[in-house]
């Protein structure tokens, strides 16, 4: 894969203007719907995110209830998103994978518990323990055939040379010791379906998943292929010497896959196609319905943990992202950090958004388009936090968040063991950021200082909290606070020089 940004001409950010300020004109673009709660909140976001397009989806107990279409998939040319727009789905791509692999499963060809070893020959000896499952979870130790940066990438023209390359490449690490995001686990997984398939994996999904669910916009690919209605893709990070920078407009982005790696990030797709193939997975007419529990159970380590990207996706079952917790658990495929699939066992619940922005990561706001269709989900309730945070964000929503050190000192007199930890306190106030509550978040930060006057990262937080309100002076203070506390913080140390 590789990802080209390519920088916008005066022209294109003219209309990147023209564009931000007439965002909201162009919610649901194809009908003549009057906006709901859910409409106001996705223009709210895409303002807040610059997200030019995107699509949403949303399925209940087997049926969509929701198709709409916001903003452009082209900025250059004023053309707005519609239901047939299609969006490179970059990593969504896998739970395909992992859906196929688990029909090879029901098959009988293929058992996820064996060595990659029985399936393919002429792999290094080092890879020869390692299973199916280890491939589909990312805990093979496998050397990655993609750099981290973005010089060197993987292309047609070069497949073979990278794919000869990693294979003199010793171990990450043994097979089950660590989780790492991987895409030579994708590449042996095509080779795999190629092999006991008889043909192409490309063409074994086309048979068995996207024929069967009737999906004609949903193909396998990358941008070297014209497809009509596709999305241009955008980006706000480009790269000077090696360092990653952050863009004040959009600059295009151009996403080469080759061949060997489409198993990894080749699909593009429409969000209302995606809910079909969500309805039919559901309805048994791609697995058993017994085979939904394997398909998304989380990769264990050697030691019986589970892991994965962060936080929220704490886990990665086969190809399938996973939220494990204890209320509403997911499903969650992501994809090119613009693209996200969350499915809400529990709750017969599944949502599709796609957009053209890398940077979107719509999987940090699926929770709170899940609370407009379960209340107990909706931010007012406090959800996602650890049960004494969220007894405070109760308290507080009733008393004011002024209130916040005042309530949080009186419950540490009462019981000595109260307990705020300072990272979940910091992921807090971000959180009320996110859902434009600056002011809110400003007195969670502040809570944070007092409670931990030692920490570099709290003044951090605070200080970025208050540039965000335009607070000069105190930005200034506490980012000269924080950098005393760390003299290694780089961010403080470039905002204190640009003053």
């Known amino acids: 894969m590789k990802t080209i940004a390519r920088r916008p001409t005066a022209f294109l950010a003219c209309l990147w203007g023209v564009f931000m300020l007439s965002l909201g004109s162009f919610s649901r673009a194809e009908a003549r719907i009057p906006a709901d709660s859910l409409d106001l909140y996705i223009n709210m976001k895409m303002q807040q995110l610059r997200i030019p397009g995107l699509q949403l989806v949303v399925v209940r107990k087997g049926k969509v209830v929701k198709s709409a279409q916001y903003g452009l998939a082209n900025i250059q040319d004023s053309i707005p998103v519609s239901r047939h727009t299609r969006f490179p789905i970059n990593s969504i791509t896998k739970a395909f994978v992992g859906v196929a692999v688990m029909q090879l499963v029901e098959a009988g060809q293929l058992d996820l518990a064996a060595p990659i070893s029985r399936y ?233 958004v796609l957009t053209n922005l890398q940077g979107a990561n719509p999987d940090t706001f699926m929770d709170e388009i899940a609370g407009h269709y379960l209340p107990d989900m909706r931010p007012a309730t406090g959800f996602g936090l650890s049960p004494g945070l969220r007894a405070l964000h109760l308290e507080l929503r009733q008393r004011g968040f002024a209130q916040a050190l005042a309530v949080a000192t009186k419950a540490r007199k009462k019981n000595p063991a109260y307990q705020l930890p300072e990272d979940e306190v910091n992921a807090w106030g971000y959180n009320l950021l996110k859902q434009a509550q600056p002011n809110n978040a400003l007195e969670v930060f502040k809570l944070n200082v007092s409670l931990y006057p030692q920490s570099a990262n709290a003044y951090d937080s605070l200080a970025e909290i208050y540039a965000e309100l335009g607070n000069r002076e105190l930005a200034r203070k506490n980012y000269q606070r924080s950098l005393a506390l760390n003299p290694q913080n780089k961010g403080a140390a470039e905002y204190l020089k640009k003053l």
Do not use: C
């Open 120 to 352: 393919l020959t002429g792999l290094p000896a080092a890879w020869h323990p390692v299973t199916v499952r280890q491939l589909l979870t990312h805990t093979s130790g496998l050397p990655d055939i993609m750099p981290q940066d973005e010089v060197g990438q993987v292309t047609e023209g070069n497949e073979s040379a990278a794919w000869a390359k990693v294979q003199t490449q010793p171990l990450d690490f043994a097979a089950g010791e660590q989780f790492a995001y991987n895409q030579t686990n994708y590449l042996l997984l095509g080779k795999l379906i190629d092999q006991l398939s008889g043909g192409p994996f490309a063409r074994f999904i086309q048979t068995r998943q996207l024929d069967v669910v009737g999906m004609p916009r949903t193909t396998v690919g990358d941008a070297h292929d014209v497809l009509p209605h596709a999305a241009r893709g955008y980006t706000f990070a480009h790269y000077v010497n090696g360092q990653r920078r952050r863009s004040s407009q959009p600059r295009n982005l151009f996403e080469v896959v080759s061949p060997s790696l489409r198993t990894a990030a080749g699909i593009s797709s429409t969000a209302e196609e995606l809910g079909r193939w969500l309805v039919a997975l559901q309805q048994g007419q791609l697995l058993k319905t017994s085979s939904l529990a394997a398909l998304w159970t989380p990769g264990t380590l050697n030691n019986g943990s589970q892991r994965g990207f962060s936080k929220l996706l704490n886990g990665y079952a086969l190809g399938w992202p996973t939220v494990g917790r204890a209320e509403h658990p997911a499903v969650a495929p992501v994809g090119g950090g613009r693209s996200a699939v969350f499915f809400y066992p529990q709750d017969d619940l599944a949502i599709v």
